[in-house]
Protein backbone atom coordinates (compact mmCIF):
# COMPACT_ATOMS: atom_id res chain seq x y z
CA UNK A 1 0.00 0.00 0.00
CA UNK A 2 1.23 3.44 -0.87
CA UNK A 3 0.97 5.97 1.57
CA UNK A 4 0.90 10.15 0.41
CA UNK A 5 0.90 13.25 1.95
CA UNK A 6 -0.57 14.84 -1.29
CA UNK A 7 -3.27 17.63 -0.45
CA UNK A 8 -5.35 18.98 -3.54
CA UNK A 9 -8.18 21.31 -4.18
CA UNK A 10 -10.79 22.01 -6.67
CA UNK A 11 -13.37 25.37 -6.78
CA UNK A 12 -17.06 23.43 -6.94
CA UNK A 13 -18.95 26.52 -8.44
CA UNK A 14 -16.91 25.45 -11.63
CA UNK A 15 -15.15 22.04 -13.28
CA UNK A 16 -11.73 21.43 -13.88
CA UNK A 17 -8.72 19.36 -12.66
CA UNK A 18 -7.56 19.54 -9.19
CA UNK A 19 -4.81 21.71 -8.00
CA UNK A 20 -2.11 21.40 -5.53
CA UNK A 21 -2.74 22.78 -1.90
CA UNK A 22 0.74 21.50 0.08
CA UNK A 23 1.37 18.42 1.61
CA UNK A 24 0.10 16.89 5.08
CA UNK A 25 2.49 16.73 7.89
CA UNK A 26 2.91 13.13 7.34
CA UNK A 27 2.01 10.55 4.51
CA UNK A 28 -0.67 8.26 5.10
CA UNK A 29 -3.86 6.43 3.88
CA UNK A 30 -7.60 6.15 5.46
CA UNK A 31 -8.04 9.32 7.40
CA UNK A 32 -11.08 10.99 7.46
CA UNK A 33 -11.37 14.88 7.34
CA UNK A 34 -14.40 17.79 8.61
CA UNK A 35 -14.34 21.08 8.67
CA UNK A 36 -16.44 24.99 9.31
CA UNK A 37 -15.84 27.50 6.72
CA UNK A 38 -12.80 28.14 7.59
CA UNK A 39 -10.72 25.07 8.59
CA UNK A 40 -10.09 21.28 7.17
CA UNK A 41 -8.71 19.06 9.84
CA UNK A 42 -7.87 16.14 9.27
CA UNK A 43 -8.00 13.26 11.98
CA UNK A 44 -6.16 9.89 12.04
CA UNK A 45 -5.09 7.12 9.32
CA UNK A 46 -2.75 5.12 9.28
CA UNK A 47 0.83 4.62 7.61
CA UNK A 48 2.67 1.47 9.39
CA UNK A 49 -0.13 1.25 11.35
CA UNK A 50 -3.13 3.16 12.81
CA UNK A 51 -2.13 6.76 14.29
CA UNK A 52 -3.56 9.77 16.15
CA UNK A 53 -2.68 12.68 14.31
CA UNK A 54 -4.67 15.79 13.21
CA UNK A 55 -3.66 18.42 11.50
CA UNK A 56 -5.37 21.06 10.00
CA UNK A 57 -5.24 23.61 7.25
CA UNK A 58 -6.65 26.99 6.49
CA UNK A 59 -8.68 26.25 3.62
CA UNK A 60 -8.53 30.27 2.33
CA UNK A 61 -5.10 30.04 1.49
CA UNK A 62 -2.34 27.41 0.54
CA UNK A 63 0.27 25.41 1.87
CA UNK A 64 1.58 22.58 4.25
CA UNK A 65 -0.83 21.06 7.01
CA UNK A 66 -0.04 21.79 10.84
CA UNK A 67 -0.34 19.99 13.69
CA UNK A 68 -3.58 20.53 16.04
CA UNK A 69 -2.80 17.66 18.48
CA UNK A 70 -3.72 13.93 18.48
CA UNK A 71 -7.43 12.13 18.92
CA UNK A 72 -7.66 9.83 22.06
CA UNK A 73 -7.03 7.07 20.25
CA UNK A 74 -5.56 5.83 16.94
CA UNK A 75 -8.20 5.38 14.38
CA UNK A 76 -8.29 4.57 10.85
CA UNK A 77 -11.03 3.46 8.38
CA UNK A 78 -13.56 5.62 10.32
CA UNK A 79 -15.93 9.14 9.51
CA UNK A 80 -16.06 12.41 10.60
CA UNK A 81 -18.34 15.33 10.54
CA UNK A 82 -18.77 18.86 12.09
CA UNK A 83 -20.55 21.50 12.66
CA UNK A 84 -19.13 25.27 12.80
CA UNK A 85 -17.67 24.55 15.92
CA UNK A 86 -16.93 20.62 16.81
CA UNK A 87 -15.23 18.11 14.57
CA UNK A 88 -16.04 14.56 14.91
CA UNK A 89 -14.30 11.34 14.21
CA UNK A 90 -16.18 7.97 14.87
CA UNK A 91 -16.17 4.12 14.39
CA UNK A 92 -13.38 2.93 12.34
CA UNK A 93 -10.49 0.35 13.41
CA UNK A 94 -8.16 0.87 16.63
CA UNK A 95 -4.67 -0.14 16.04
CA UNK A 96 -4.41 -3.47 16.62
CA UNK A 97 -7.31 -4.12 19.14
CA UNK A 98 -9.69 -4.59 15.72
CA UNK A 99 -13.14 -2.32 15.14
CA UNK A 100 -13.70 0.63 17.55
CA UNK A 101 -17.30 2.62 18.49
CA UNK A 102 -15.48 5.15 19.81
CA UNK A 103 -16.44 8.97 19.06
CA UNK A 104 -14.10 11.75 19.48
CA UNK A 105 -14.60 15.62 19.69
CA UNK A 106 -12.89 18.52 18.74
CA UNK A 107 -13.16 22.84 19.00
CA UNK A 108 -12.04 23.62 15.21
CA UNK A 109 -10.86 26.93 15.90
CA UNK A 110 -8.83 26.14 18.73
CA UNK A 111 -5.91 22.95 18.87
CA UNK A 112 -5.25 20.35 21.04
CA UNK A 113 -5.98 16.59 21.76
CA UNK A 114 -9.42 15.43 21.16
CA UNK A 115 -11.42 14.31 23.72
CA UNK A 116 -14.04 11.42 24.44
CA UNK A 117 -17.56 12.16 23.12
CA UNK A 118 -19.20 8.79 23.55
CA UNK A 119 -19.69 5.51 21.97
CA UNK A 120 -21.87 4.64 18.75
CA UNK A 121 -24.13 1.79 19.36
CA UNK A 122 -21.91 -1.14 17.82
CA UNK A 123 -18.15 -0.97 16.75
CA UNK A 124 -17.52 -0.68 13.13
CA UNK A 125 -15.04 -0.73 10.28
CA UNK A 126 -15.63 1.40 6.99
CA UNK A 127 -18.75 3.34 7.91
CA UNK A 128 -19.38 7.27 6.26
CA UNK A 129 -20.27 10.21 8.44
CA UNK A 130 -22.50 13.27 7.11
CA UNK A 131 -23.59 16.27 9.55
CA UNK A 132 -25.63 19.36 9.47
CA UNK A 133 -24.82 22.29 12.06
CA UNK A 134 -27.07 20.14 14.97
CA UNK A 135 -26.56 16.54 13.98
CA UNK A 136 -23.75 13.96 13.29
CA UNK A 137 -24.89 10.45 11.61
CA UNK A 138 -22.51 7.57 11.20
CA UNK A 139 -23.75 5.40 8.14
CA UNK A 140 -23.18 1.87 7.37
CA UNK A 141 -19.87 -0.03 7.85
CA UNK A 142 -18.72 -3.40 6.56
CA UNK A 143 -21.77 -5.65 6.53
CA UNK A 144 -23.69 -3.31 8.58
CA UNK A 145 -27.07 -1.32 7.26
CA UNK A 146 -26.74 1.07 10.65
CA UNK A 147 -27.20 4.66 10.97
CA UNK A 148 -26.40 6.78 14.45
CA UNK A 149 -26.84 9.65 15.31
CA UNK A 150 -25.88 12.19 17.96
CA UNK A 151 -26.63 15.51 19.14
CA UNK A 152 -23.09 17.45 18.53
CA UNK A 153 -23.43 20.43 20.47
CA UNK A 154 -23.95 17.98 23.64
CA UNK A 155 -21.88 14.70 24.55
CA UNK A 156 -22.84 11.35 24.81
CA UNK A 157 -23.85 7.76 23.35
CA UNK A 158 -25.06 7.70 19.65
CA UNK A 159 -28.68 6.78 19.20
CA UNK A 160 -30.28 4.52 16.48
CA UNK A 161 -31.51 6.72 13.56
CA UNK A 162 -32.38 3.99 11.09
CA UNK A 163 -30.98 1.78 8.40
CA UNK A 164 -29.45 2.19 5.14
CA UNK A 165 -31.23 0.60 1.97
CA UNK A 166 -28.39 -2.23 1.92
CA UNK A 167 -25.25 -3.55 4.33
CA UNK A 168 -22.25 -1.75 3.17
CA UNK A 169 -18.90 -0.46 4.10
CA UNK A 170 -16.05 1.95 2.29
CA UNK A 171 -19.11 4.17 1.55
CA UNK A 172 -18.73 7.62 0.93
CA UNK A 173 -21.49 10.08 2.47
CA UNK A 174 -22.02 14.19 1.96
CA UNK A 175 -24.94 16.47 3.13
CA UNK A 176 -26.35 19.82 3.12
CA UNK A 177 -26.50 22.31 5.66
CA UNK A 178 -29.82 21.87 7.61
CA UNK A 179 -31.88 18.90 5.03
CA UNK A 180 -29.98 15.67 3.88
CA UNK A 181 -27.26 13.26 4.65
CA UNK A 182 -26.53 11.14 1.43
CA UNK A 183 -24.50 8.12 1.20
CA UNK A 184 -23.46 6.80 -1.91
CA UNK A 185 -21.26 3.55 -3.00
CA UNK A 186 -19.43 1.68 -0.84
CA UNK A 187 -17.54 -2.23 -1.41
CA UNK A 188 -19.11 -3.57 -4.94
CA UNK A 189 -22.21 -1.32 -4.95
CA UNK A 190 -23.22 1.64 -7.09
CA UNK A 191 -26.45 2.89 -4.50
CA UNK A 192 -27.06 6.12 -3.29
CA UNK A 193 -29.19 6.29 -0.39
CA UNK A 194 -30.84 9.82 1.64
CA UNK A 195 -31.88 10.54 5.10
CA UNK A 196 -33.70 14.23 6.25
CA UNK A 197 -31.41 14.55 8.91
CA UNK A 198 -33.79 16.60 11.04
CA UNK A 199 -35.71 13.51 11.51
CA UNK A 200 -35.36 9.89 11.72
CA UNK A 201 -35.96 6.42 9.55
CA UNK A 202 -34.91 4.15 7.13
CA UNK A 203 -33.29 6.26 4.45
CA UNK A 204 -35.01 5.78 0.96
CA UNK A 205 -33.18 5.38 -2.88
CA UNK A 206 -31.81 8.53 -4.27
CA UNK A 207 -30.54 7.01 -7.47
CA UNK A 208 -27.04 5.16 -8.96
CA UNK A 209 -23.85 5.65 -9.30
CA UNK A 210 -22.96 5.33 -13.01
CA UNK A 211 -20.07 2.84 -11.54
CA UNK A 212 -19.80 1.27 -7.88
CA UNK A 213 -17.93 3.10 -5.88
CA UNK A 214 -15.51 1.72 -2.78
CA UNK A 215 -12.84 4.03 -0.85
CA UNK A 216 -14.66 7.15 -2.49
CA UNK A 217 -14.72 10.99 -0.82
CA UNK A 218 -17.51 12.59 -0.80
CA UNK A 219 -17.98 16.84 -0.20
CA UNK A 220 -20.27 19.55 -0.64
CA UNK A 221 -20.59 23.18 -0.68
CA UNK A 222 -23.33 23.39 2.02
CA UNK A 223 -22.48 21.05 4.81
CA UNK A 224 -22.88 21.52 8.62
CA UNK A 225 -19.91 23.14 9.36
CA UNK A 226 -20.46 26.01 7.69
Known amino acids: MAFV ?3 EYITIASTGDATDFGNLA ?7 SCSNSTRNITGGGQDSSATNRIQYITIASTGNSTDFGDLALTMA ?26 INYVTIASTGNASDFGDLTNSVEHPAGASSNTRFLKGGGMTVNVI ?24 AATSSKDTYAVFIGGYNSNVIDYVTMASTGNASDWGD ?8 GALSNNHGGL
Open 5 to 7: NII
Open 26 to 32: AANSDPA
Open 77 to 102: NHSSGSSTTRGLWAGGVEGGAGETNA
Open 148 to 171: DYVTIATTGNASDFGDLTASRGRL
Open 209 to 216: CDVNLMHA
